[in-house]
T-cell receptor
């Protein structure tokens, strides 16, 4: 079965500093990859997705992620974070032939401090 | 406005008292799904539906029921709630054919079973 690992449960960072949130997935076959963000007391919102093509994917709010097939990784990055980026971030995967089922990682809480 | 709505947003109930959490989407999506979110576990799929009258189990279906009588609605039913079903529940929907597509999430329902 497909699995997604987010190694960091919490990432504290100062405002305007860069950040990287790590995500690794288990499958050795082609997958579709997603990053979702959850602001306090809200549902999940799509940040970006990788379906095919360029391995560098740009999303909303200045975030980007790079698909690395050899390392089965899809790390999320932002060059300069803002207080408003404080939220929980989830990496998720859909396997081809798996319907539309999203398998989520356990989430990374990003806390941006002044 | 395109959206997924859930009701109620907060619910406190007692063990064994049947309850229903409603989910509705106005985007004419074929695919709908229920997830539960627990600390340290991320989101796990409970049930999903690929179209009207087509439902199937996700990863954690025990203790839950669903129905899909209309395309826009996908209620989650707990026939006899237990304290281990205390959780944050999300409904999501998406297009299906030719996907995968972004899943749109509702605002969540926080359920407490005492």
């Amino acid at each position: 079965a497909q699995s997604v690992t987010q190694l960091d449960s919490q990432v504290p960072v100062f405002e305007e500093a860069p950040v990287e949130l790590r995500c690794n997935y288990s499958s050795s076959v082609s997958v579709y990859l997603f990053w979702y963000v959850q602001y306090p007391n809200q549902g999940l919102q799509l940040l970006l997705k990788y379906l095919s093509g360029s391995t560098l994917v740009k999303g909303i709010n200045g975030f980007e992620a790079e698909f690395n097939k050899s390392q089965t990784s899809f790390h999320l990055r932002k060059p300069s974070v803002h207080i408003s980026d404080t939220a929980e971030y989830f990496c998720a995967v859909i396997s081809p032939g798996g319907g539309n089922k999203l398998t989520f990682g356990t989430g990374t809480q990003l806390k941006v401090e002044l | 406005e395109a959206q997924v709505t859930q009701n109620p947003r907060y619910l406190i109930t007692v063990t064994g008292k049947k309850l229903t959490v409603t989910c509705s989407q106005n985007m004419n999506h074929e695919y709908m799904s229920w997830y539960r979110q627990d600390p340290g576990l991320g989101l796990r799929q409970i049930y999903y539906s690929m179209n009207v009258e087509v439902t199937d189990k996700g990863d954690v279906p025990e203790g839950y029921k669903v129905s899909r009588k209309e395309k826009r609605n996908f209620p989650l039913i707990l026939e006899s709630p237990s304290p281990n079903q205390t959780s944050l529940y999300f409904c999501a929907s998406s297009l299906l054919a030719g996907g995968p597509y972004e899943q749109y999430f509702g605002p969540g329902t926080r359920l407490t079973v005492t």
